[in-house]
Nanobody, 116 residues
Framework: QVQLAESGGGLVQTGGSLRLSCTIS????????AGWFRQAPGKEREFVAA??????RTYYTDSVKGRFTISRDKNTLYLQMSALKPEDTAVYYC???????????WGQGTQVTVSS
């Protein structure tokens, strides 16, 4: 069974950068899709980015295009976040699954706070 564990959240000023990491334990299949969702206070969870393991194709929500980059190195999924804005403040979740967007498996979440 695949398990996900995020790290790397924290407090950063507007315009700053953070890199989130997600350790993937367990065996993933070739069609596996790994991704990130986030949930801001009082809002629903929203998709942020995903990476299809078999092809390397990446997906991003419009609000983070050009600022966030998703990547994977062996058993670690990354989300490099740059030019952060206060509206990026949320709990970020690492996710995985067989279909897009990946919502089957969730990590415990890591808090990202961007101060204005």
């Amino acid at each position: 069974q695949v398990q996900l564990a995020e790290s790397g959240g924290g407090l950063v000023q507007t315009g700053g950068s953070l890199r989130l990491s997600c350790t993937i334990s367990g065996r993933t299949y070739s069609s596996y899709i790994a991704g990130w969702f986030r949930q801001a206070p009082g809002k629903e969870r929203e998709f942020v980015a995903a990476l299809r393991q078999s092809t390397g194709r990446t997906y991003y929500t419009d609000s983070v295009k050009g600022r966030f980059t998703i990547s994977r190195d062996k058993n670690t999924l990354y989300l490099q976040m740059s030019a952060l804005k206060p509206e990026d403040t949320a709990v970020y979740y690492c996710t995985g699954g067989a279909s897009y967007p990946p919502e089957r498996i969730w990590g415990q979440g890591t808090q990202v706070t961007v101060s204005s």
